[in-house]
C-alpha cells in the first residue's frame, strides 16, 4: 500500500471517529434525546446534558484487576507513537536525497566525489517517458540507497496503447540513458501502468459548467 493510501485510510478512519464521538456529545449536550422522544439503551453514553461522559461506576470498573493499569498506561502510550510515527514518516521523503556516482581516481590523484540530486534523476527520467507514444503523465520516484539507487515510475496511458512497445521503450530509452549518465552497473526500475480514460470524458470533465 503506498503513502498516500495509507494517510487517507488513517484521515478517514480519524475523522469518523471524530465524527462519531463529536456527534454523540452534540446529542447529549442538546439533550437531543429527550426532545426527540427516543430513548437510548441504559449503556449509551451522554444521554443528557448532565450526566458525564464516563460515570464513577465506569471509570473505577475495572481498577481491582491486575491488568487495567498496564493496559491504560500502554494503549495510549502506543497511540501516542503511532501518531509520532506517522508525523515523523510525513517529513520523511522516502528515498535519497542525491545519487553517488562513481569516480574512480587515477593514481598518485586524490579522490573526488561526485554526487547529482535525485529530484535531477527524476525530472530526467520523467522528461523522456512523457515523451514516449501512448504516455498521457508520468511520476518519477528514486528510492533506495545514494550508492544503489532505484527508479520508480508510474504511467498513465493513453487510451489504445502499446504496453509491450511502451515498456520496451521505457527500459530501452529514459532507464538505459540514466544509467549510462550516472555510471552506474545496474539500474534497478519499477514501472506501473495506469490506464488512462477515453479521451471525449477528459474533455467533458474540463469543460466548465454554466449555470
Known amino acids: 500500500m503506498?503513502?498516500?493510501?495509507?494517510?487517507?485510510?488513517?484521515?478517514?478512519?480519524?475523522?469518523l471517529a471524530l465524527l462519531a464521538g463529536?456527534?454523540?456529545v452534540l446529542l447529549g449536550g442538546l439533550d437531543a434525546y429527550r426532545h426527540l422522544?427516543?430513548?437510548?439503551?441504559?449503556?449509551?453514553?451522554?444521554?443528557s446534558p448532565d450526566r458525564p461522559?464516563?460515570?464513577?461506576?465506569?471509570?473505577?470498573?475495572?481498577?481491582?484487576?491486575?491488568w487495567w493499569w498496564p493496559v491504560a498506561i500502554a494503549v495510549p502510550a502506543l497511540v501516542?507513537?503511532?501518531?509520532?510515527?506517522?508525523?515523523?514518516?510525513?517529513?520523511?521523503?522516502?528515498?535519497?536525497a542525491g545519487v553517488d556516482l562513481p569516480s574512480p581516481a587515477a593514481p598518485g590523484e586524490p579522490h573526488f566525489a561526485l554526487h547529482v540530486r535525485s529530484r535531477a534523476v527524476e525530472e530526467a527520467v520523467e522528461a523522456?517517458?512523457?515523451?514516449?507514444?501512448?504516455?498521457d503523465r508520468v511520476t518519477v520516484k528514486v528510492t533506495g540507497a545514494a550508492?544503489?539507487?532505484?527508479?520508480?515510475?508510474?504511467?498513465?496511458?493513453?487510451?489504445?496503447?502499446?504496453?509491450?512497445?511502451l515498456v520496451a521503450a521505457y527500459r530501452t530509452g529514459p532507464v538505459e540513458h540514466a544509467?549510462?549518465?550516472l555510471g552506474l552497473a545496474s539500474l534497478p526500475a519499477q514501472l506501473r501502468l495506469r490506464g488512462g480514460k477515453p479521451r471525449k470524458e477528459r474533455e467533458r470533465r474540463k469543460t466548465p459548467r454554466v449555470r
Open 147 to 165: 550508492r544503489r539507487p532505484e527508479v520508480h515510475t508510474v504511467v498513465r496511458l493513453a487510451p489504445g496503447a502499446d504496453t509491450a512497445a
Open 179 to 181: 544509467r549510462h549518465s
Open 80 to 96: 501516542v507513537l503511532g501518531c509520532l510515527w506517522w508525523l515523523f514518516s510525513q517529513l520523511r521523503r522516502g528515498g535519497p
Open 2 to 15: 503506498s503513502r498516500r493510501a495509507v494517510n487517507r485510510t488513517l484521515l478517514a478512519l480519524a475523522g
Open 53 to 66: 461522559v464516563l460515570s464513577a461506576a465506569g471509570r473505577t470498573r475495572w481498577t481491582d484487576r491486575d
Open 128 to 135: 523522456e517517458t512523457v515523451a514516449l507514444p501512448d504516455v
Open 37 to 47: 422522544g427516543i430513548t437510548p439503551p441504559h449503556w449509551w453514553p451522554l444521554t
Open 22 to 24: 463529536g456527534a454523540l
